[in-house]
């Protein structure tokens, strides 16, 4: 069940209402409250930001000091962007350890039309760089009402 914030103007029956009044979004709410049930257990490791770096690019930046490209890994699969650290591999006897590999997984809810251009790992900073594709069939338009037969479209762009 999905918990809202204590002083959040959204209620759980705004949810119920919008699901009434739109067609094929039941998979994407499944997906997006399905991650969130996924993720109410993590731990907030690694720390990241997501940043909107212009109307249609945001970049996922993720803390990840200590591990190389080796030690990572990101996967796309139904959706869903998890990037996980590999299982440490231990290399010779400790005498001390206070600086630990954790073992983590930190996944994120893409919209469809969501796309992955690259990733890259400097200086402790993993950066993951998404654009968002709105296909022509999406963009805005004029619709003239007339004969269903001989619609005619016209862009507004």
């Given amino acids: 069940m999905l918990h809202l ?6 209620t759980p029956s705004d949810f119920e209402r919008a699901l009434g009044i739109t067609v094929g979004f039941d998979s ?5 409250f399905g991650d969130i049930e996924r ?10 930001n997501i940043r909107k770096d212009e109307e249609d690019l945001y970049t996922i930046e993720m803390a990840v000091a200590g591990f190389s490209k080796e030690d990572l890994e990101a996967e ?21 350890r206070g600086i630990a590999k954790r073992a983590f997984s930190r996944s994120f809810t ?9 990733a890259d790992l400097v200086n402790g900073m ?14 805005a338009r004029m619709i003239e009402i007339g004969q269903s ?7 507004l762009n």
């Fill in 5 to 10: 914030a204590r002083y959040s103007s959204i």
């Fill in 28 to 32: 994407m709410f499944d997906r997006l």
């Fill in 39 to 48: 993720n109410g257990n993590a731990t907030g490791f690694p720390p990241y």
């Fill in 76 to 96: 796309l699969k139904d959706g869903v962007l998890t990037v996980r650290s590999k299982p440490d591999q231990e290399e010779g006897e400790y005498l001390h």
């Fill in 110 to 118: 893409l919209s469809d039309d969501v796309v992955i251009k690259g």
């Fill in 126 to 139: 993993l950066t993951i760089n998404l654009e968002r594709i709105v296909p022509e069939e999406k963009k």
């Fill in 149 to 155: 037969t001989k619609s005619k479209v016209k862009k």
